[in-house]
């Protein structure tokens, strides 16, 4: 009754060849053609942290008639603004400007850390790098800088952080 | 017409082709093409199966990672390297037949009216399995995984979510810690547990969903992802090294392409790129759907989305409850109700909201048989754009019409099927139906019975029925084993079922020519077809 044709052996030899097929478009595609991120003669720098910066403006002592005004619970003596002060950071490669980021403080109050991430790429070999960080808006310089000399292998990663502990920015 | 119209119909043609051509090999039941969402299954299956035993066997730190996983193909190779390539390659697949049954609903029309909620929840799913496939490659710490894990967050990085850069977790060896590979895990295992509730959500509104293939597809294609299991088995790269960058990587194009596209265009680009893309398909349901102004020949080969014939009615008077309509619902559209009159007695109930309006109800119904006495033929459940009654009078008139002196033949076809309208001459009368499914097999009779020599009935091939299950159900019927079925005093030599989609004409026309033959052959047939030429 039913009107089907049969599969022969050209049937069978044709599902053998497409899952054939199937298998080496998986197997290709999973592993072809090969990738690579960063040309054999780079290096890379990673410039980040994560940081809080200065309050933007000072402490101020509440007066005693202001405190009165206030419920029990809330009479600090100080009133301290919580915005930080955003971060402004600086890359200098062999004497030239590589980089000039302003980072904000998060938060919608401006009251958290300022994030940055950046990456450099740049030739493997001796460089000479200049870091300038600021993060208090009542200076007017560079509250830390670092200079140094690094020499990089093809591929390398070079991290500058910054961490307040271990003396301001770091080259890892 | 709209440009997106013209292209998917192009693109459709196209495709059917390729489904075509599959056809030769694999047969219509078996072809791969019409059953990616259940490979999709399977694919998902052996995921889990393999994934259950890589877990168990994974040192989940971030020392031990790659040290189990690189071992476990070495030293190992013959089970645990094996179930980790089918892991690998699993997911490849899963990927590549998530993408073409994507395609292939889209160029279907499938994805308005009652198939908007399948559509509308499978799209998640497209999200659900790269973060489960990506977050797969951090797992095994290796280079490619180091890639992978700092690409991908450089991309989240991308949006302004985040406080502090999640890259900032991959800065150093001291930053990877092993309550970072928790999250990894969380990443790779949570996310297939929403991805099986994804999947759950897809198929709520079909009923019979195939959650596997056929077993013979299923076994062909296991078969083939093991050979290539052991002809290139998937490695390790190199340990994980943040203080370098990885080299030159063997990248997994099918799971991974998002790394590169972010390196080539900017991950801004490709978050605007994803989500334009996923928007657009979540939208697509709702999006206006301009239909055709005229029905173009062929039309039916074209289903234009949004365009849906009024949904199936329930006849409280002859609806008897036998649950038959029911248990045929390809959408789950079809609930039992108490009768309204009939004391202990079920009714049909219709949800509009997922009925289809493909009519296989109407086909199921025991009170759709033609030999009923009454003057206008009513049934328990009918389509108010065709109801069976009409197709009674219709086949009268289609008979009495017929050359009595040649041999007469009925063509019952499809709408979304190869177009039977060809097939007309003054010894053939054709009828194309919502869906062969709506041919209740007492019809068939009722033709033979009222002076037809023999019946063709076309149906859309294996499981490609525009309703999923008209075809299963109409062979069924016919062949006996499903009810309504066909009685058995129907001489079958004179009856042929022929499956043909939009574009394969000629295998009507070929199987209509050797049922005319088989006719003639017959020596009953033929001497009957002469005594109705002499008288």
């Known amino acids: 009754m039913a009107d089907t044709p049969t599969i022969g052996p050209l049937g069978w030899l044709g599902q053998l060849l497409l899952y054939g097929v199937f298998a080496v478009v998986v197997g290709v595609f999973s592993r072809w053609p090969a990738y690579r991120h960063l040309a054999p003669d780079q290096a890379l720098i990673k410039l980040s942290f994560n940081h809080q910066g200065k309050p933007v403006s000072e402490c101020q002592r509440v007066s005693a008639e202001e405190l009165a005004k206030l419920p029990p619970n809330m009479r600090a003596p100080l009133r301290c603004p919580r915005e930080r002060s955003p971060i402004t950071v600086e890359l200098d490669v062999d004497g030239a400007p590589a980089l000039r980021h302003v980072a904000q403080p998060s938060g919608l109050s401006r009251d958290g850390a300022s994030a940055v991430y950046h990456r450099l790429q740049l030739p493997a070999g001796t460089h000479q790098l200049a870091v300038r960080l600021k993060d208090d808006v009542h200076t007017s310089g560079f509250g830390f800088t670092r200079d140094a000399t690094v020499t990089l292998k093809p591929a390398q990663i070079l991290v500058i952080d910054f961490d307040p502990e271990k003396g301001g920015i770091t080259l890892q | ?535």
């Open chain 2, 1 to 535: 017409m709209h440009p997106a119209r013209t292209l998917r119909l192009a693109s459709l043609g196209a495709y059917r082709r390729l489904e075509h051509a599959f056809d030769r090999p694999f047969g219509a039941a078996l072809n791969p093409w019409r059953h990616l969402g259940a490979l999709g299954f399977l694919m998902f299956w052996l995921l889990a199966v393999s994934g259950i035993y890589l877990y168990a066997v994974l040192d989940t730190s971030a020392d031990g990672a790659y040290r189990s996983i690189d071992e476990l193909s070495r030293r190992q190779w013959w089970l645990g390297g094996v179930l980790r390539s089918l892991h690998r390659y699993a997911a490849d697949g899963f990927v590549l037949v998530m993408a073409a049954h994507l395609l292939r609903e889209w160029l279907f029309g499938h994805y308005t009216a009652f198939r908007h909620f399948s559509w509308w929840t499978g799209v998640p799913l497209l999200a659900f399995a790269f973060v489960c496939a990506i977050g797969g490659f951090w797992l095994n710490w290796d280079q490619l995984g180091q890639f992978s894990a700092q690409a991908t967050a450089e991309w989240i990085d991308a949006l302004p979510l985040l406080a502090a850069p999640l890259t900032r977790n991959f800065l150093n060896v001291a930053a990877v810690s092993d309550r970072l590979f928790s999250l990894f895990v969380f990443v790779h295992i949570g996310v297939p547990l929403l991805l099986v509730f994804g999947l759950w959500f897809h198929i709520q509104r079909i009923s019979r969903a195939a959650v596997f293939p056929p077993p013979a597809l299923a076994l062909g294609t296991l078969a083939s992802l093991l050979a290539l299991t052991l002809a290139a088995p998937v490695m390790s790269h190199a340990p994980a090294d943040l203080s370098i960058e990885p080299g030159t990587l063997a990248l997994d194009w099918i799971l991974l392409f998002v790394h590169p596209l972010g390196d080539a265009v900017g991950h801004g680009v490709v978050w605007a790129l994803l989500g334009t893309v996923l928007v657009w398909l979540l939208l697509l349901p709702w999006l206006p759907q301009r239909a055709p102004k005229t029905a173009a020949p062929g039309a039916a080969s074209a289903p234009h989305p949004g365009v849906q014939a009024p949904v199936a009615v329930v006849d409280p008077a002859n609806c008897n409850g036998c649950r038959r309509c029911f248990d045929d619902c390809p959408y789950a559209a079809v609930t039992m109700v108490p009768h309204p009159d009939k004391r202990l007695r079920q009714m049909a109930r219709v949800d509009a909201d997922l009925c289809a309006s493909c009519g296989i109800c109407v086909g199921a119904c025991p009170s759709s048989t033609p030999f009923r006495s009454a003057a206008e033929l009513a049934t328990g459940i009918d389509m108010p754009s065709a109801p069976i009654g009409q197709l009674r009078r219709r086949l009268q008139r289609g008979l009495a019409a017929l050359d009595p002196k040649a041999l007469r033949l009925v063509v019952f076809g499809c709408d979304h099927g190869a177009q039977v309208a060809a097939l007309a001459a003054p010894d053939v009368a054709v009828f194309s139906l919502m869906c062969t499914g709506q041919l209740p097999p007492s019809f068939v009779e009722y033709a033979l019975h009222d002076g037809a020599d023999g019946v063709l009935v076309t149906a859309c091939p294996g499981t490609g029925c525009e309703f999923r299950l008209g075809q299963r159900w109409t062979a069924d019927r016919l062949a006996g084993r499903r009810e309504p079925h066909l009685r058995e005093r129907v001489p079958r030599e004179r009856l042929a079922v022929v499956c043909a989609d939009p574009g394969q004409e000629v295998q009507l026309k070929a199987a209509l020519r050797r049922l005319r033959q088989r006719i003639n052959a017959a020596p009953a047939a033929a001497a009957l077809a002469g005594e109705r030429a002499h008288g």
